[in-house]
T-cell receptor, first 118, second 111 residues
Framework: GAGVSQTPSNKVTEKGKYVELRCDPI?????LYWYRQSLGQGPEFLIY????????DSGLPNDRFFAVRPEGSVSTLKIQRTERGDSAVYLC????????????????FGPGTRLTVL | KQEVTQIPAALSVPEGENLVLNCSFT??????LQWFRQDPGKGLTSLLL?????REQTSGRLNASLDKSSGRSTLYIAASQPGDSATYLC??????????FGSGTQLTVLP
């Protein structure tokens, strides 16, 4: 596709429910990132995939959060037993091979999924 | 731990003015710095990327500079227009690859 796409655009759920958020990166981008943005703040890193594997999941807040990228393209962020504090905009980004001396690590963002936990 | 600060948090200017947005970061060991624009309720649009070996990048009316040693970057917007109204975010990446963001500057350009 032309850009990073995310579905759904909005998700309203009740406390304690399970949700899945989907990200479809730019074709050919091997790196994929998930961020979370609270109102009035900049995005905060959650997890980074290089291909199919999670290269860095240090930003996941706790074990209720999990993400997969089984075929190295589409990724799903999964949140179990949602809490009201999980309400935020979840952003996905992708890039080419991130290297030190290359602009290939320019990240391109999707429109985000706004998650509201009631 | 890298920290990114953006000043001011909000800025309101009349149309046609030139303006400067500031970004500072605490760890100078960065790979690159990106400036983004975010419109209300939307995702992030990449404006400029400056690699660690570069001093500045230009795109149209936008010019971004980078001073790695002092941990500073500026985004210069020439001849501002109402359509420039948005939140501008600065972000740096290091060896960990992910971006660390500032909280943004909310810009309003008054017609």
């Amino acid at each position: 596709g032309a850009g990073v796409s995310q579905t759904p655009s909005n998700k309203v759920t009740e406390k304690g429910k399970y949700v899945e958020l989907r990200c479809d990166p730019i074709s050919g981008h091997t790196a994929l990132y998930w961020y979370r943005q609270s109102l009035g703040q900049g995005p905060e890193f959650l997890i980074y995939f290089q291909g199919t594997g999670a290269a860095d999941d240090s930003g996941l807040p706790n074990d209720r959060f999990f993400a997969v990228r089984p075929e190295g393209s589409v990724s799903t962020l999964k949140i179990q037993r949602t809490e009201r504090g999980d309400s935020a905009v979840y952003l996905c980004a992708s890039s080419l091979i991130p290297t030190r001396l290359s602009s290939y690590n320019e990240q391109f963002f999707g429109p985000g999924t706004r998650l509201t936990v009631l | 731990k890298q920290e990114v600060t953006q000043i001011p948090a909000a800025l309101s200017v009349p149309e046609g003015e030139n303006l400067v947005l500031n970004c500072s970061f605490t760890d100078s060991a960065i790979y690159n710095l990106q400036w983004f624009r975010q419109d209300p309720g939307k995702g992030l649009t990449s404006l400029l990327l400056i690699q660690s070996s570069q001093r500045e990048q230009t795109s149209g009316r936008l010019n971004a500079s980078l001073d790695k040693s002092s941990g500073r970057s500026t985004l210069y917007i020439a001849a501002s227009q109402p359509g420039d109204s948005a939140t501008y975010l600065c972000a740096v990446s290091g060896s960990a690859r992910q971006l660390t963001f500032g909280s943004g500057t909310q810009l309003t350009v008054l017609p």
